[in-house]
């Protein structure tokens, strides 16, 4: 059978698997905190058909001749780059300029996200749209400290009217009699390699053997980034681009289906030989 019927076979797969990935960036293209994804190629095994020779006193060195069997994806990369800052006036919405990720808890399970459209439950808790505890630290008596934990807002702080949120994460109370005091902080995660992350829905992400361990930093330390309230970071699909990808994987599935139409009417005529 013809080596060619097996390439095209191969880069259908391949393309469809670029169409796949371009098509999830343009349905997240409003998602918040959302990062887009590439796809990269590279070809496979070569089958050798010459090897190469040493150059003689006689003769001069002859190169290999090798015949290559296809296309594969060598992988799916994501993009962590910073996306655009959307005003939402809410307080509880937050925004994280730099490199961070927030820390949320569900059970056992401990995620990270870029997404910060954050509220209180009825139990006083900061959570996520699924259902997350975003991890910092409580106050007690305006001190921040301690190990990392749920973040409380304690319902029954005396008339507590409203809160503000500092670049460094920290919630500040503000009192009926005047006063201001730290009421909690929000902590920020940090791994090594977030290109090793690995996406777990809802706009979250958990660590693998690859990314490196999860550091809970305050904001503004170790490159974590600062906080904004009241924004959310816009996911940062470029829908100029991914439109352009989908015209090149949509050619790209075209030109190897004929591959394979072109190695079938070769077949045909092979078949024809015997009349």
């Known amino acids: 059978m013809l080596r060619s019927l097996y390439s095209g076979i191969s880069g259908l797969r391949a393309h469809q698997t670029m169409l796949d990935v371009t098509g999830n960036n343009i349905a997240n293209v409003n998602t918040a905190g959302f990062k887009s994804s590439s796809t990269q190629f590279q070809d496979t095994l070569s089958q050798m058909s010459q090897g190469a020779t040493m150059p003689q006193d006689a003769a001069g060195g002859g190169n290999p001749a090798q015949v290559g069997l296809g296309v594969q994806v060598a992988g799916v990369s994501t993009n962590f780059g910073q996306g655009s800052t959307q005003n939402t006036g809410k307080a509880t919405d937050m925004m994280i300029s730099g490199n961070g990720f927030f820390i949320t808890k569900q059970g056992n399970t401990t995620a990270l996200t870029r997404s910060g459209a954050f509220d209180f439950d009825a139990r006083g808790r900061l959570v996520s749209p699924d259902g997350g505890i975003v991890q910092g630290w409580t106050a007690t008596n305006g001190v921040v400290g301690g190990p990392v934990g749920d973040v409380v807002l304690d319902p029954n702080l005396p008339n507590l009217e409203s809160y503000t949120l500092g670049a460094d994460g920290t919630l ?66 470029d829908l100029s681009q991914e439109f352009t990808n989908l015209i090149v994987a949509q050619r790209g599935f075209q030109a190897n289906a004929r591959i394979i139409t072109t190695s079938d009417e070769v077949l045909q005529e092979l078949a024809n030989l015997k009349r």
């Open 172 to 237: 500040t109370g503000n009192f009926t009699d005047g006063t201001q005091q730290a009421i909690a902080r929000i902590a920020l995660g940090t791994v090594a390699n977030p290109a090793g992350l690995q996406k777990a829905g809802g706009s979250s992400y958990t660590v693998t053997a690859n990314s490196g361990e999860m550091v809970p930093v305050t904001a503004d330390q170790d490159g974590a980034g600062s906080i904004i309230g009241g924004a959310l970071e816009m996911s940062n699909v």
